[in-house]
């Protein structure tokens, strides 16, 4: 059962003459005067009793007062909070009227339940660590975005390179209609040379062919003496000149051409491996990039996925980048009522035994906002103390120059004041 303040009774604190204040167990508690009243002074009057001496106001004494501030405070778990005396000692009673400390009201008074502007001034990392340590869920989600942001950067350098490279590749030359691999001299040359072997075989089958003709032209001149030789020559020269006739020498100038173009064509076969390897390198971190994005995409959902199993203390409430949004905005885009209910639900959960939270300067919410804030304070089962600039209706008291002003506050003299039947 979270522990709320049943009474409280102050004189001669800050701006305080003397007030009495019976606030609602639940829901909204408005004290309400014009300026400079001492409206402030009822939550720092709260914030030393509860709070200890580091909530001691510089100037605690009222100016003029005859006797020392007197801080007495009730709470629902029966203890008695009291400070009087020239030096506003300290005295905590408990129900069985045993003397106890500021000790056991630091065990369940929350630092930020009396004094809310700190967390409101905190920074946008520190309130979304805050609500992320009470939800349990921060070690885990800032691993995740940890490692979100480590894939991002990754795929941040890798998106580039690929970039780089794809316009490398196609600045890169191709031709078109060369083999895929470069073609081998030796090859050629050795072509080259069988046909040189075969046609120097034909020059020597040819400078035979003219020898036997010299031979024949001499042998013709002695026909007669050797008519036997002769015809042997005769049958030696028909199969020289059969084979002679079918001869046919084969060019090498394309051989010769090729050969003068290797250069040339190797040149292009490598422009063209060159293109591919680099268009190849580009895919390949095309591919990593579209590997990263789907890995960041399951981050997110993952993030998205713890925030959405915790249980939050406010609907709309959440963290997204370590920063607290609250439908949907983040906190300087939020309006000031819903900071403060923000504000309110985050300190409620991080100390739930602390059932009252003090907030100052309650204007900024119209009078439809109060209203829905008391309700969800009342459902929350959590009882506020605030202090606002108005002497209307909605003001539970009225402050006015020290003291409550009992003309304005007759309800609250009444049994069933109105701001305790829920309205606010
Ligand atoms: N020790 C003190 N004795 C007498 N007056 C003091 C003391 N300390 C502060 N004050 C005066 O109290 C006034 C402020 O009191 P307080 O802040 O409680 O008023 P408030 O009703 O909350 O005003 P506001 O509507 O402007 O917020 C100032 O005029 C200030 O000079
Ligand atoms: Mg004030």
């Given at each position: 059962m979270s522990i709320k303040i049943n009474t409280l009774e102050f004189e001669n604190v800050k701006r305080i003459k003397a007030v009495k204040l019976e606030p609602t167990a639940t829901g909204l508690t408005i004290i309400g005067g014009k300026n400079n009243q001492g409206k402030t002074s009822v939550l720092d009057a709260i914030a030393w009793a509860l709070?200890?001496?580091?909530?001691?106001?510089?100037?605690a004494a009222r100016d003029g007062a005859y006797t020392d501030p007197m801080l007495r405070v009730e709470l629902s778990n029966g203890l008695i909070i009291e400070r009087k005396g020239k030096n506003s000692s300290l005295k905590v009673i408990d129900p069985d009227g045993n003397r106890s400390g500021q000790q056991l009201l630091n065990t369940f008074i929350s630092a930020f339940a009396l004094d809310l502007p700190k967390f409101m001034n905190a920074s946008d990392r520190e309130k979304a660590d805050i609500l992320l340590q009470i939800i349990g869920v921060g070690d885990q989600l800032s691993a995740l975005e940890t490692e979100e942001s480590r894939l991002y950067n990754q795929r941040t350098a890798v998106g580039r390179i690929a970039d780089q490279k794809k316009k490398y590749a196609s600045e890169l030359v191709h031709w078109e209609g060369v083999p895929e691999t470069p073609v081998s001299a030796s090859e050629l040359i050795t072509k080259q040379q069988e046909i040189l072997l075969k046609n120097a075989d034909h020059q020597r089958k040819r400078q035979n062919l003219h020898e036997l003709e010299d031979a024949y032209e001499r042998t013709k001149r002695q026909q007669c003496e050797i008519m036997m030789k002769m015809k042997q020559l005769e049958d030696d020269l028909a199969v020289a000149r059969s084979e002679a006739s079918d001869l046919q020498d084969e060019s090498t100038a394309e051989l010769e051409n090729n050969i003068a173009s290797i250069d040339a064509l190797n040149a292009k076969i490598r422009d063209n491996l060159n293109k591919e390897q680099a268009e190849d390198e580009a895919k390949q971190y095309e591919d990593e990039y579209i590997g990263l994005t789907a890995q960041i995409t399951d981050l997110r959902q993952q993030k998205q996925d713890l925030l959405q199993n915790a249980n939050l203390p406010l609907p709309q409430l959440t963290v997204e980048n370590g920063k607290l949004l609250y439908k949907s905005r983040q906190w300087d885009s939020m309006s000031g009522s819903d900071q403060l209910k923000a504000a309110t639900a985050i300190v409620r959960c991080l100390n739930p035994d602390c059932g009252f939270v003090l907030l100052d300067k309650?204007?900024?919410?119209d009078l439809d906002t109060l209203r829905e804030f008391g309700e969800w304070l009342t459902a929350e089962g959590l009882q506020a103390i605030a202090t606002r600039v108005s002497t209307g209706d909605e003001c539970s008291i009225i402050i006015e120059d020290g003291c409550v002003n009992s003309a304005n506050t007759a309800d609250t003299a009444s049994p069933v004041p109105t701001w305790k039947t829920g309205v606010f």
């Open positions: 709070g200890g001496d580091k909530y001691k106001p510089t100037s309650l204007e900024q919410m």
